[in-house]
C-alpha cells in the first residue's frame, strides 16, 4: 500500500495549523499573538508543501511495514497503558505486552516467547520498583501488582 | 583554574567517578548492539537518573554518551552491521580487514581513534564553553531573541535537502512548545482543561517518545523487512590481536588531527550533526590514501580494509559526541540529537542548559565538562576489557528480543518522571509523531531545537516588544544591540545558502530528468 506523502501529509499539517491557530484566536491579547504566528506559518509552509507535490515527482510512503509492524505494536502499548490507568495491575499488563511485542517482532515458539516476557518483566520490575523504588499504578484487582 | 579543580573534585568524589565508569562500560556494551543508536541508549539510561543524585546521574549520562558513539563501531567491523549512525562509514573498511583476518587490528584502530577524537573534543569544550557562557550572560531579551532564531535557522539552514520540510519541522516543535500556560500572561494555551497540560507537555517523556518509542517502531519495521526479504547474518570473524604498531600509529597522525578538528568544527555548529562530519573526514582520509598510498605494495585499495577508513570516521564521530555540548552547555542550543536528550536529563533534576548552569550549578556544569575528559581516557581500557569478554555475547542477543526491552525501558522511564500514567500516553504519541515524521522524510532535528528554544523564543521576543513600545527594528539596531543584529545576520546568510542549495538540487534533478522526458514519446 503507497500514499503520495507530500501531499497528505501537508494536508494534515495544514488542518492542524489552521485548528491551531483557530484556537488561538480564543486566547487572551497578549497571549494569542505568538501562537497565532507559529500556527499560521505551520499552516502555510504545510499548504506549500502539498502544493508543491502536484508539480514535482511525488514520493509514495510506503505503508505496508509501518502498517504490518509498528501499527499493531502502538495498540499493544497504548492497550498495556489503558491496563496500567484502570487499575489492572502491573505484572500481568506487561508480561502481556512483552509477549504481544516479542510476537510481533517475529521471535517464535511458545516457550521462547514466555521465558523472554517473564525474564524481561521480572527485569523491569526489580529495576524499576526494587532497585528505582518508582511507585506503581494502584492496582484495583486483590493480589496482582 | 580553580573552577576546573571544583570539576574534578565534584566528578572524583567516590559515587561520582564509579557511576561515570559504568556509564563507559553500559554506553559501550549497549552501543555494540546492533540497531541500538546514541539516542536510543542515552533514551533507555535516562530512567537511571530518577534515583541517584544529580552528579552521579549526569555523569552517567556523559558516560554512555561517550561510550555510545564508541561502541558502535565494534558490530560495524564484527559483523558490517553499523551499532549507530556514526559508525556507517566505519563498517566498510572496518568489515573488510576483519574478514582478512585483522579484526582485532581493526578494532583497535577504531577504538584509538574514538579516544584520540574524543580527548581532542573534550579540550574543546574545556576551553570555549565557560568563554562562550561568560558572554553570553550579558545577553538581554533582544539578544536572547536573536540567539533563539540564530539556533533554529542554523539546523534548518543545513538541512539543504529539503528546507520547506525543514521549517515545517520547527514550526511543528515551535507550536508544541505553546501549550500550557502562557509564559507572558499565565493564559492556559491548548491544553484542553487537562491539569495534566497546564504546566506543557512533560519534556522527558516527550523525549523518549521521540527518540525511545519512534526507534522501537523502526526496529520493528526493519526486522519485518529483513524477514521478508531472507536476510541472514554471516558468521562473525575472530578477533585476534589487537596491536597495532608504531609506524602504522604514525601514519595516521595526520588523520586523527584533521578528522579531529573537522568533527569539532561541525560539533559546535548547532544542528549539525555527527553525520556530516563523519562524511567530510572520510572525504578527506579518501584523497590522502589516495595520494599517498594506493597503488603501492601490500595496500589495500581504498573500502578494502585501509586504515585511515576506519581511523578517520571514528575520530571524527568521538570529536563530534563533547564539542556538539559547547552550544548546549553555554548557550542552551543543542548541538545534536544526542545533547539535546542531555536537556531532558538536566530537566530531571531541576536543571537548565545555558549560560546560567555555570552561575547557579557551576560544579555541575564543571563536572559535565571534565567528565568527558576522563570518560574518553577510561574508554580505551574498557573498551578492550568489552571486546575481549563480553562482546561476542552481545552480538548474541536477538534484535528481536531488544524490540519489548528498549519499549518497557522507555515507557517506565517516561512514567517515572512523575509516576503519572498520562507520561505513558505522550511518550507513545510522540513515538507515533516521530516516526510518523521519518517517514514523510521530516527531519527530528529541527522540531527538537523548536521545543527546546520556543519558550526563550516567545517570552524575549515578546518582553523585547515591551521594550521597544512594539518596534521589530529593536533586533537590528546596529547601535544599542549589535550582537543581535550580527547574529540575524548570520541567521539570514544561513537562510540563503539552504535556500540557494535547494534551488541548485532542484535544477540539477530536472536537468538530470529532461533529456529522459525529452526522448520520451509525446
Known sequence: ?145 | MDVIALGFSTLFAPGVILVLAVGVFAGLIVGSIPGINDNIAFAMFIPFSFAIPPEQALALMVGVYCAAAAGGAIPAIMIKVPGTASALLTAVDGNAMARQGKAGKALSIAITSSVIGGIASSLVLLVFAPTLALFALRFGYVENFALAILGLSSVVGLLSANVLKGVISALIGLLTATVGFSLVTGYPRYTFDSVNLIEGIPFVPLLVGLFGIAAMFELLVDIWNERRSGKAVSGLPLIGSLKFGWALARRLVPVWSLSATIGNLIGVLPGAGMLMAIFLSYDQAARRFRRRFAGKPGEKSWGEGAPEGIAAPEAANSAVTASSMVPLLSLGIPGNSTSALFIGALAIHGMVPGPLLFTQHGHIAWMIIVAFLIANLILWPAAFIVLKSVSRSVFAIPKEALVGVIALLCLLGAYADGANSFNIWVALIAGIVAYGMRLAQIPLGPAILGLVLGPQLESSLSNALSISGGSWLIFIDPVNHPISAAMLALASLFWLLAIYGWWRQSRNRSLATRPQSDSSPS
Open chain 1, 1 to 145: 500500500m503507497k500514499l503520495p506523502s507530500d501531499l497528505w501529509i501537508g494536508a494534515v499539517l495544514t488542518g492542524i495549523g489552521v485548528w491551531a491557530l483557530w484556537e488561538a484566536t480564543g486566547f487572551d491579547d497578549r497571549s494569542r499573538t505568538y501562537p497565532m504566528i507559529v500556527a499560521g506559518l505551520l499552516a502555510v509552509s504545510s499548504a506549500s508543501m502539498a502544493c508543491l507535490s502536484f508539480v514535482r515527482n511525488q514520493e509514495q510512503l510506503a505503508l505496508a511495514g509501518p502498517l504490518r509492524a509498528a501499527l499493531p505494536a502502538g495498540g499493544v502499548i497504548a492497550a498495556w497503558a489503558a491496563a496500567l490507568s484502570f487499575g489492572l495491575g502491573f505484572l500481568l499488563p506487561t508480561l502481556l505486552m512483552q509477549i504481544a511485542l516479542l510476537w510481533l517482532g517475529g521471535i517464535r515458539g511458545a516457550i521462547r516467547i514466555l521465558a523472554y516476557a517473564v525474564l524481561i518483566t521480572a527485569a523491569a520490575y526489580g529495576l524499576f520498583v526494587v532497585g528505582l523504588e518508582v511507585p506503581l499504578p494502584r492496582s484495583r484487582v486483590p493480589g496482582l501488582m
